[in-house]
């Protein structure tokens, strides 16, 4: 069974907590994946109003909790790609997925085998410290792009866990 570690909990933990509340909402047209290829194979037209986010973590910073301590607090940056079919879709989604993150996500551990989780423990909350969007716009005209890019917007998370990162034993 293998433990994941900190950024991928912290991928599936909002990954979890998206693909709830959009089934509550009832959106659902929204498929949320881990990867672009995964976007980019799903078959996304105007007509069929399916959009998909993609979670993704990328930078992380660390910092002592306080002078001689080994412990620190990360705050990690998580991105959210949005991929509409019409920019009402777009603008809408950006909107419900902020206003369901702005309070806080739980976080989990999780324990998987097989790609199948085999358990999950809360541990802490999630804390979104800053949440900017924009649109992507790659300098053409919309029309000559695929259709997962023309209605494209990001979302980058700062993220802070409620607990500090410890050291590990070789063992764990």
């Given at each position: 069974m293998a433990k994941l570690?900190i950024a991928r909990n912290?991928?599936?933990?909002?990954?979890?907590?998206?693909?709830?509340?959009?089934?509550?909402?009832?959106?659902?047209?929204?498929?949320?994946?881990?990867?672009?290829?995964?976007?980019?194979?799903?078959?996304?037209?105007?007509?069929?109003?399916?959009?998909?986010?993609?979670?993704?973590?990328?930078?992380?910073?660390?910092?002592?909790?306080?002078?001689?301590?080994d412990a620190m607090l990360?705050?990690?940056?998580?991105?959210?790609?949005?991929?509409?079919?019409?920019?009402?879709?777009?603008?809408?989604?950006?909107?419900?997925?902020?206003?369901?993150?702005?309070?806080?996500?739980?976080?989990?551990?999780?324990?998987?085998?097989?790609?199948?989780?085999?358990?999950?423990?809360?541990?802490?909350?999630?804390?979104?410290?800053?949440?900017?969007?924009?649109?992507?716009?790659?300098?053409?005209?919309?029309?000559?792009?695929?259709?997962?890019?023309?209605?494209?917007?990001?979302?980058?998370?700062?993220?802070?866990?409620?607990?500090?990162?410890?050291?590990?034993?070789?063992?764990?």
């Amino acid at each position: 069974m293998a433990k994941l570690r900190i950024a991928r909990n912290l991928e599936a933990s909002i990954i979890e907590h998206l693909k709830d509340h959009l089934a509550i909402a009832q959106w659902d047209d929204v498929i949320i994946e881990k990867s672009f290829s995964r976007i980019y194979g799903l078959q996304m037209s105007e007509n069929s109003k399916q959009a998909a986010i993609c979670v993704r973590a990328s930078d992380t910073n660390r910092k002592r909790i306080e002078i001689g301590s080994d412990a620190m607090l990360r705050s990690q940056l998580i991105l959210l790609d949005v991929f509409a079919t019409s920019d009402g879709q777009r603008l809408d989604l950006v909107d419900f997925l902020g206003s369901i993150l702005i309070g806080g996500i739980p976080y989990y551990n999780y324990n998987i085998f097989n790609g199948v989780v085999m358990e999950r423990v809360q541990h802490g909350v999630i804390r979104v410290l800053t949440l900017e969007d924009k649109p992507v716009q790659f300098g053409v005209d919309k029309s000559s792009l695929d259709v997962q890019d023309r209605y494209r917007h990001l979302i980058s998370l700062s993220c802070s866990l409620s607990h500090p990162e410890m050291p590990h034993c070789l063992g764990d």
